[in-house]
Structure formats: structure tokens, C-alpha cells
């Protein structure tokens, strides 16, 4: 479909024990502005430049309410009570820069779909054009 070459994909895993928030994660990966109703901090990132689209994606299953990065992020934050608690994976790649904005979005959407959202889990992605 596109050629892919990724060099480096960092995975990271989104503790609260690590002091991470899923909903402070989701806040700058798309820059927004969200509450965390757990701890009660917000998270505005909305002059944060750079992000070129922002999406949530989900498996047949989830609530259509997960739609929303707020409650998405929320209930992921009420439902995993314990310190320790394993909130989000993290998920970094450099697109390749040969294709177009419309062919990175596809490549991502593929890539999510078949990765994740086909196996059951919802996906909050963002790509970001850093200018460089």
C-alpha cells in the first residue's frame, strides 16, 4: 500500500505509579484542554502548534460516549483505581515524509485499525508536523 520505513517506534506504557495520567497524555498528544476528574488537575495544551489531526478510534463494542477524549480518558482513569495502574500505551513513529498529509492519515488509520481497534481496544492517535 505505502512504503513504510520506520526506523524507531518507542513504546511506552502510561503509569500512574510513574506519576503519568492517561487523560494529561491524551491532552498533549492532541492538544486540548481536558480535566482529569481523578485528580481534579487540567491539562491545556491548546497552544501547543503543531498537531495536524487528531482522532479517536474504536472497536464495535465500546460505548459511542468514548468518542469523547474526556470521557474516554476519564473512565480509563475511574476504572483502574489501583497506584499502580497501567492507564495507556504509548505509541511514537516518524511517518514517512515522501507522503502526502492524506497518505500519512491513511497509513495511521490502517496501521491503528489493523493493530489495535480490530483487537478490541479503543485508539486516541495524533499525528504532529514538528517543521523539521
Not at 484542554?33 to 503543531?50: F, I, P
Not at 476519564?74 to 511514537?92: T, W
Not at 495511521?108 to 504532529?128: L, P, Q, S, T
Amino acid at each position: 500500500m505505502f512504503p513504510i520505513d520506520f526506523c524507531h517506534i518507542p513504546v511506552s506504557i502510561i503509569k500512574r505509579s510513574a506519576g503519568r495520567s492517561a487523560v494529561a497524555a491524551a491532552a498533549y498528544r492532541s492538544g486540548t484542554k481536558l480535566t482529569n476528574e481523578w485528580d481534579g488537575m487540567t491539562h491545556d495544551y491548546t497552544r501547543k502548534g503543531g498537531i495536524v489531526h487528531a482522532e479517536i478510534m474504536l472497536p464495535d463494542h465500546a460505548p459511542r460516549s468514548f468518542a469523547d477524549r474526556s470521557i474516554l480518558w476519564n473512565s480509563v482513569e475511574q476504572i483502574e483505581k489501583a497506584r499502580d495502574s497501567q492507564l495507556a500505551r504509548e505509541i511514537e513513529a516518524a511517518l514517512p515524509r515522501e507522503l502526502s498529509g492524506e497518505q500519512q492519515l491513511a497509513l495511521v488509520r490502517a496501521y491503528v485499525k489493523d493493530n489495535f481497534v480490530d483487537k478490541g481496544m479503543c485508539a486516541d492517535f495524533a499525528i504532529h508536523d514538528k517543521g523539521t
